[in-house]
């Protein structure tokens, strides 16, 4: 059964520091791995989608990269700002399109102005 | 393009009451989603159609909940009755078969008393 670990539960930060967001799984034959964040009170925004055979996804100051192997992927958020602040979470898909993705528990961020 | 639509927003019952959350998907995506999300937890798979056959609903409380998709687009989801433990926040995505790529509603936020 897939577990997702996403260390640390809670991060704070001051404006402009690069930061990373880590997530460890336990099986590594997925299908594909998305980042989201959730602001309070709301639904999950998709920020980043990587497919199995790709390495890194970018998308402006945030950059997803993917470890397959050793079970890891890693969220970096360069140049913090205030509206950061935010739980972010990591969902994996396990090997074909159609099976459901498994999250973790996410990463509460807060960046100080 | 519009997103995936939830309502009600926000729902307060009594336990042992029955509720009924509502969702429309993305034009065009085949697969949808129900997820369960308790305060400060990852969201938790209830039940996923692929068009109008379900997928999986192996975590779905059949007991007393259930969820139906018409015509493989709009999908429903019933508790009936509510336990306290049912309180939580209901999110409902769709995706596209191929990518896999998720995309979720703002939620419907439960509250049993």
């Known amino acids: 059964k897939q577990e997702v670990t996403q260390i640390p539960a809670a991060l704070s930060v001051p404006e402009g520091e690069n930061l990373v967001l880590n997530c460890s799984f336990t099986?590594?034959?997925?299908?594909?791995l998305q980042w989201f964040r959730q602001d309070p009170g709301k639904g999950l925004t998709s920020l980043l989608l990587?497919?199995?055979?790709?390495r890194e996804q970018t998308s402006g100051r945030l950059n997803a990269s993917l470890d397959k192997s050793s079970g890891r992927s890693t969220l970096y958020i360069a140049a913090s700002q205030p509206g950061d602040s935010a739980t972010y979470l990591c969902?994996?898909?396990?090997?074909?399109?159609?099976?459901?993705?498994?999250f973790g528990k996410g990463t509460r961020l807060s960046v100080i102005a | 393009e519009a997103g995936v639509a939830q309502s009600p927003r926000y729902k307060i019952i009594e336990k042992r009451q029955s509720v009924a959350f509502w969702c429309n998907p993305i034009?065009?995506?085949?697969?949808l989603y129900w997820y369960q999300q308790i305060l400060g937890q990852g969201p938790k798979l209830l039940i996923q159609?692929?068009?109008?056959?379900?997928?999986?609903d192996s975590q779905l409380p059949k007991d007393r909940f259930s969820a139906e998709r018409l015509k493989g687009v709009d999908s429903t989801l019933k508790i009936q009755p509510a336990k306290l433990e049912d309180s939580a926040v209901y999110l409902c995505?769709?995706?596209?078969?191929?990518?896999?790529?998720?995309?979720f509603g703002e939620g419907s936020r439960l509250t049993v008393l």
């Open positions: 034009s065009g995506h085949a697969t």
């Open positions: 990587i497919q199995s055979s790709q």
């Open positions: 969902a994996v898909r396990g090997n074909s399109g159609n099976t459901p993705l498994v």
């Open positions: 159609f692929q068009n109008n056959g379900v997928v999986d």
């Open positions: 099986d590594s034959a997925i299908y594909n």
């Open positions: 995505a769709s995706s596209f078969l191929g990518t896999g790529e998720l995309f």
